[in-house]
């Protein structure tokens, strides 16, 4: 009786978590159909879509267990099954000097970052968030150390933004460095792989240059997710740490990221069936959408832009220094 009733209780925000999903990925076909490629994709608009309805009209009580779960549980479920999607063999590809090269990058934005977000006064946790997202992949990034660190929804939805504002703005202006610095299509799909946010952007940023830019570029952005996982092992530790206590095994290396890590393993020893690695892929990206309607549901915009300007300021002036990490990498391979 007690899991029924937990069913029960979680259907009301299920179902309007549901709804903004739906209402979400409407609006990506829709943008996809107008202009060919979705500059803004569904997950940013299901926070958006949730953001502003819980602003609007607030979120009734029957809602929260629902909107609860689907914004821990079914992203950590979601953040397994991307583990299928990403492969060693990317390292094996890309050749030891590009791996050091991403990897000594990524290290030193996340700090860079951190280091400029608490400068401008954000909290810690708000600055952790906005360091993973500028330095690793984005919104899934985010999304991933949220729980780690276990950070509110708030700075969740502040920091996502950003990434939403500057992914965009990055993905526009970024062809300009082909004629500007006279940059090659290999140097091109580097520079685009080490500064977009996310995959699908790489994409956008990299086809109108050349296969060679897309193909390299794609390799070294997965090179960058791969960074996810022992960052947020990381991340686990030095919580922990700052916390004052002795960090528990499950809070240095949470479920979902060994999850992920074997979902990892599974695609890169050709264990997981192909014809099952399209649905897990479009499995992990449904719930994340889902579970970011949860979350812009669990946030009041009004909370959200007491910070907005400081994040934006901070996501803007880590993203710069994104760039020159990237060109100085660019010069040493």
Same mark, same amino acid.
């Given at each position: 009786?007690? !899991? &029924? ?7 009301? *925000? #299920?179902? =309007?978590?549901?709804? @903004?999903? /739906?209402?979400? +990925? ?58 299928? !999607? &990403? ?7 890309? *050749? #030891?000097? =590009?791996?050091?090269? @991403?990897? /000594?990058?990524? +290290? ?59 992914? &965009? ?165």
């Amino acid at each position: 009786m007690s !899991s &029924i009733k937990r069913i029960i209780d979680l259907g009301p *925000g #299920l179902t =309007l978590a549901a709804l @903004v999903t /739906l209402l979400a +990925l409407g609006i990506e076909r829709l943008e996809i159909h107008l202009l060919g490629n979705p500059l803004v994709d569904a997950l940013v608009f299901a926070i958006l879509l949730g953001t502003a309805l819980h602003t609007g009209f607030g979120l009734h009580a029957r809602a929260r267990a629902g909107v609860h779960f689907a914004s821990k549980s079914l992203l950590e479920l979601a953040i397994v099954l991307l583990g299928a !999607s &990403i492969s060693f063999a990317t390292i094996q590809q890309a *050749g #030891l000097r =590009l791996v050091l090269a @991403v990897a /000594l990058v990524v +290290l030193l934005s996340l700090v860079i970052s951190y280091t400029l977000s608490r400068l401008l006064g954000l909290p810690d946790k708000l600055a952790t968030l906005v360091a993973c997202g500028n330095s690793i992949c984005g919104n899934s990034a985010i999304v991933a150390a949220a729980p780690v660190i276990d950070a509110r929804p708030e700075d969740v939805a502040s920091s996502i933004s950003f990434t939403a504002a500057l992914g &965009i703005l990055v993905v526009l202006l970024l062809p300009l460095c082909v004629t500007v610095l006279g940059l090659n299509q290999w140097q091109y799909g580097v520079a685009a792989g080490l500064t977009v946010y996310a995959v699908p952007q790489v994409l956008a940023a990299t086809h109108a240059i050349g296969a060679a830019s897309v193909q390299i570029g794609t390799v070294v952005k997965l090179m960058r997710v791969l960074m996810l996982g022992p960052v947020v092992i990381l991340l686990g530790l030095w919580s922990g740490r700052t916390n004052g206590k002795r960090p528990a095994l499950r809070d240095m290396l949470p479920w979902f990221i060994i999850g992920f890590l074997l979902m990892m393993c599974l695609g890169s020893f050709q264990l997981i069936p192909a014809a099952a690695l399209a649905p897990l892929h479009t499995a992990s990206t449904i719930l994340t959408i889902l579970s970011m309607a949860a979350l812009g549901l669990s946030v009041d915009l009004r909370s959200v832009m007491t910070a907005g300007g400081r994040v934006l300021a901070a996501g803007t002036l880590s993203l710069i220094a994104l760039g020159c990490l990237s060109a100085i990498a660019l010069k040493l391979i």
